[in-house]
């Protein structure tokens, strides 16, 4: 299944789509309970790589610093960079992280995704956390939607973050009997909670992972 095709989307593509993200999803406010836990009350600054419209901003504990890169920035600020960080290095200026955040950026990253890794842990800080998800494709009903360009199990993901970094915890962020984020009937607050792997549910309804990963020892 493994898949890494040379289809990238440009700015024009996802200044359309990433307008899509402008609300927290579930995935955001989950991805902002785990980096506020990790934070614990200190101050510490984020680097939101593909952070689309910034929502992620806005459920992150005042504690915490934001900023951001994207190929398609809508609303230019201080904190936010336009990027294409696929042919180019990540990085917001000579900055480094405590805490570096990828969301559903890696199923776009093609043959880019091991150099993306490097560059993310050589700004993050000594004990900095790296946290990113990506979709669940042993889903039972899973899709690989045109625009991605890199596709692979989780296990093969969960390898590769492990040439780079410490794999600390890879859990579902959310479980769906269908390939999407939790709505009303698939109990969301539950879910919100839910940070570990359920043996035999998890590998077919999971719709996406997180990993959570640091520096190698
Ligand atoms: C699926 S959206 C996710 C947005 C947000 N992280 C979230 O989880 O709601 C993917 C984001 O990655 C950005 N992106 C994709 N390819 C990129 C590239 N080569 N360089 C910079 N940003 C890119 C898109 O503009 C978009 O905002």
Known sequence: MTEATENY???????????????????????????????????????????????????????????????AIHEPASYLQELDFGRNKICFGDKRFDVVVALGVFEYMGEYQNRKFEEIRDILSKDGKFIMSYINFGHLRHKVWPNYNNVQPIAQMKKSLGEVFQLERCFPASHHWRPKQPGKYAIPAMQMHLNFNIPLVSPCLAVEYFFVCSHRK
Do not use: H, M
Not at 57 to 71: A, E, M, Q
């Open 9 to 71: 989307r440009t700015r024009d593509y996802w200044i359309v789509e990433n307008a899509l993200y402008a609300k927290p999803s579930f995935r955001l406010q989950k991805c902002a309970r785990i980096v506020n836990e990790i934070a614990r009350g200190r101050v510490c600054n984020l680097l939101d790589v593909g952070c689309g419209p910034a929502a992620l901003r806005s459920v992150l504990s005042p504690n915490i610093s934001y900023y951001g890169i994207d190929i």
